[in-house]
């Protein structure tokens, strides 16, 4: 049953992904955990105790998440469950998020472009040139293909509905609280490191993904300089993304009160151009692709 969960999910995302019209109607399951996660973080992030805090936090999230699945898992069963895993995968949008970088790139419009860029990656942008929105909207685009898909696909995988939405409600608390600032140093800290090991095979499986897609140059990047990445995770796709563009990634970045020196990943190879960007996109199709037919090899075995 869970591989058909995934398999539904992936190809109801693929085709239509989260339409405008449902979103304005009911939102997204996203939102409503960041509702709840927003409500425990003022109630809760006080005082003294904020790791524990933090943890019971997490657990009354993913709770939250993962048992109404099951029950609804158990009562509707496998396709049921793979329409309600449906919105937990973001392939469509993070694919179409991408290329409204591209568009506005191609066209010369700067401004507009770092607009676009802006809505996918946490950085400061606003001065960056066609490089540096590239190189952005690229590492964005591999690391979400790990986050945003193939770990919610992998968990679906694994452990059905309730699988993805523990997953989800994970993800979705790091994004939030799982921040080494003043706030959520401490209270976010589980959650942190929920998200760290709840990646830690997914974003690897990305990056044979991409290898298997794209050939031994992204896996021999990936292998090479992934532990160089700031994320113990995050690397793995990022550095497969540029050893099958065959550009450099990560590197220096600037942030809103800081500059981070990050390392290179491929340093030796050229800079991303605008027209890597719709290479990386068609790396990313192959790429589920492949994920899409290993899942239909698992249902049809």
């Known amino acids: 049953m869970t591989p058909l969960i995934a398999l539904i999910a992936l190809a109801l995302d693929a085709a239509i992904g989260w339409p405008d019209a449902v979103y304005r109607r009911i939102g997204h399951p996203v939102t409503w955990l960041g509702r709840l996660i927003a409500a425990l973080d003022a109630r809760l992030n006080v005082g003294r105790a904020r790791v524990a805090r933090g943890a019971a936090a997490s657990l009354l999230v993913i709770a939250a998440a993962t048992i109404p699945a099951a029950i609804l898992q158990e009562a509707l069963g496998g396709w049921i469950a793979g329409v309600l895993a449906w919105p937990l995968v973001a392939a469509r949008s993070l694919h ?7 568009t506005p790139l191609l066209a010369g419009d700067l401004a507009a472009a770092r607009r676009a860029t802006a809505m996918t990656v946490g950085r400061d942008v606003s001065r960056a040139d066609e490089a540096g929105l590239a190189r952005a909207s690229i590492e964005s685009l591999a690391e979400n293909a790990s986050d945003g898909v193939i770990a919610p696909l992998f968990w679906a995988l694994l452990a059905g509905l309730p699988g993805i939405a523990a997953y989800k409600a994970i993800n979705t608390l790091d994004s939030m609280i799982g921040h080494r600032t003043e706030r959520h140093g401490e209270f976010g800290r589980i959650a942190a ?38 994320s113990p995770n995050a690397g793995w796709p990022e550095a497969a993304m540029a050893g099958a563009l065959g550009v450099r990634l990560s590197g220096p970045r600037v942030y809103a009160d800081r500059i981070a020196d990050e390392p290179w990943l491929n340093a030796a190879a050229r800079d991303p151009a605008v027209a890597d960007i719709d290479r990386a996109l068609a790396v990313y199709r192959r790429t589920l692709w492949l994920m899409a037919g290993g899942l239909i090899l698992l249902v049809l075995v």
């Open 96 to 102: 179409d998020h991408v290329r409204a970088v591209a």
């Open 193 to 230: 490191r929920l998200d760290d090991v709840a990646n830690w095979l997914p974003a690897r499986l990305t990056a044979v993904l991409i290898a298997t897609v794209c050939g031994g140059a992204a896996w021999a990047v990936a292998r090479r300089d992934a532990g160089a990445h700031r």
